[in-house]
């Protein structure tokens, strides 16, 4: 268990409207990361975020937007929602072990958008 | 950039038979290579988790793991499946040497039949 914990987990939500998603972490791990998963794509980067305030671009970064202002809180937001953003959207931290690094995933939201 | 190819979208097996999910992708210098197993309406957890160039770091439920320099891949397999082996498989390779970002592949579905 990494510690990580995604609300809400499941939203249906209406073309147009703004939607935050939350990850929160209880460990302090520096890294954050949001993907979403697709059929027939694997997981895609969104965000992703090295420390607070330090946010950068995945490869499907467009229509989103992300906001990390406290270690343990990583917030992906979609400003406009479109039905192409219906997606499962994946928290995941990196864990810096004695073994090397690990990315640990939370548990998905399921986002509808109508 | 790094990409990621798993051979095949779907393979069914029957149970006790032996399994191999194929990975193959890009870049060839020192990755983390991870394999996580998803079951049905849940997150990702790790499976196994392979530094290229080094020896086995990490591996859970009985899975192995075959690399390959040229092409680049790493395989994953299991001598004897069961029904609970279940799920979608996925590949990943990290973008650098701390595993800052992972690119995934496109997924695999493993069906097991009695």
């Known amino acids: 268990d990494a510690g990580i914990t995604q609300s809400p987990r499941h939203k249906v939500t209406e073309t147009g409207t703004p939607v935050t998603l939350r990850c929160h972490q209880t460990?302090?791990?520096?890294?954050m990361y949001w993907y979403r998963q697709d059929p027939g794509h694997g997981l895609r980067l969104i965000h992703y975020s090295y420390g607070v305030k330090d946010t950068d671009k995945g490869e499907v970064s467009d229509g989103y937007s992300v906001s990390r202002s406290k270690t343990e809180d990583f917030l992906l937001t979609l400003e406009s929602a479109t039905s192409s953003q219906t997606s499962v959207y994946f928290c995941?931290?990196?864990?810096?072990?004695?073994?090397?690094?690990?990315?640990?995933f939370g548990e998905g939201s399921w986002l509808t958008v109508v | 950039a790094q990409s990621v190819t798993q051979l095949d979208s779907q393979v069914p097996v029957f149970e006790e038979a032996p399994v191999e999910l194929r990975c193959n992708y890009s870049?060839?210098?020192?990755?983390?290579l991870f394999w996580y197993v998803q079951y049905p309406n849940q997150g990702l957890q790790l499976l196994l988790k392979y530094l290229s160039g080094s020896t086995l770091v990490e591996s859970i439920n009985g899975f192995e793991a075959e690399f390959n320099k040229s092409p680049p891949s790493i395989h994953l397999r299991k001598p004897s499946v069961h029904i609970s082996d279940t799920a979608e498989y996925f590949c990943?390779?990290?973008?650098?040497?701390?595993?800052?970002?992972?690119?995934f592949g496109q997924g695999t579905r493993l069906t097991i039949n009695p």
């Open positions: 990943a390779v990290s973008e650098g040497r701390g595993a800052q970002k992972l690119v």
């Open positions: 460990e302090n791990h520096r890294y």
């Open positions: 995941a931290i990196r864990w810096q072990g004695i073994s090397g690094n690990t990315i640990y």
């Open positions: 870049s060839s210098v020192s990755v983390y």
